[in-house]
């Protein structure tokens, strides 16, 4: 009887080691996620002092598409109808610049917190697609900044009436919805760009293959113009000017998971050649 206890006794205070041994590892876990979460979030707030110390310069430059589609020696008005409007259009424009700036940071932390459990050759799959997805972010920026937007505006400019009715109208847009406008439209694009990431990540899971995008090459033509149409403003030039760009990244994403699964054969080749 005495036995049976001590056997107890030990097997208890042995699971109680186990649980003990593995809250170890998890306490720690959540130590390196608050400390990335921290670093984040200081460099989050340090960009958005700096951005709403500038938002009125940022704002102007925003402006640019606007301005040239009116015309560069055209004055233009913008307007806001609630006292706290334009305040509270320069937070939202700090915050919007702060997360755009501090993404680096904030993706750096994140690697830095995923890298150690994963293998080197996993680290080194992931780094290409951190690099990549910031730059095709950029690109999609830019081609709202200098090809989207001065059309969409050139397209709600030619609305204007100030013929023979007798009746102006004209636009005075408000400084919240210009911003609103042109944010919707760089987020839009850059979650587009991201196309080539999203999908050559998903190659590599096995979750998609090249055959698989051939297929579905004419759902995805329709699938793309349907989110051109809600992401972008209702005229055709901005719908044209996002969809054309992410069929090409289709088209990329194919390749690029051509070239996955080539690699993958290549790698699998000598584990299921004959032996001699």
């Known amino acids: 009887m005495t036995d049976e206890k001590a056997v107890t006794d030990e097997n208890a205070v042995s699971d109680e080691e186990d649980i003990n041994d593995s809250k170890a590892p998890l306490i720690d876990h959540l130590i390196e996620l608050r400390r990335r979460l921290l670093w984040a979030l200081a460099a989050t707030f340090v960009a958005f002092l700096v951005c709403f110390w500038f938002a009125k310069p940022i704002y102007n430059l925003l402006l640019w598409p606007y301005r040239w589609a009116a015309g560069v020696d055209a004055p233009i008005e913008l307007i806001y109808t609630a006292p ?12 919007f610049g702060a997360i755009f700036i ?6 750096s932390q994140l690697y830095m917190f995923v890298a150690p459990g994963l293998y080197r050759s996993e680290r080194k799959a992931f780094l290409p697609f951190l690099i990549a997805t910031p730059i095709l972010f950029l690109i999609g920026a830019a081609l709202v900044y200098f090809v989207a ?25 408000k400084v919240s919805e210009y911003l609103s406008l042109i944010m919707m439209l760089i987020i839009g694009f850059g979650i587009c760009f991201q196309l080539p990431v999203l999908l050559t990540l998903l190659a590599r899971a096995g979750l998609v293959g090249s055959g698989t995008l051939k297929h579905y090459r004419r759902h995805a033509i329709l699938g793309v113009f349907v989110v051109a149409a809600v992401l972008t403003p209702p005229d055709p030039v901005s719908q044209v000017a996002l969809a054309v760009p992410t069929l090409l990244l289709y ?25 001699s």
Do not use: C, N, Y
């Open 84 to 95: 706290q409007e334009f305040f509270f259009t320069q937070v939202k424009l700090a915050l």
């Open 102 to 107: 501090a993404f680096p940071v904030i993706a």
């Open 149 to 173: 937007m001065p059309l969409a505006m050139t397209f709600f400019l030619s609305m204007q009436e100030t013929g023979d009715s007798g009746v102006q109208i004209l636009l005075t847009a």
């Open 251 to 275: 088209e990329i994403s194919i390749i690029a998971v051509r070239m996955v699964e080539k690699k993958r054969a290549a790698a699998e080749a000598p584990s299921t050649a004959p032996s």
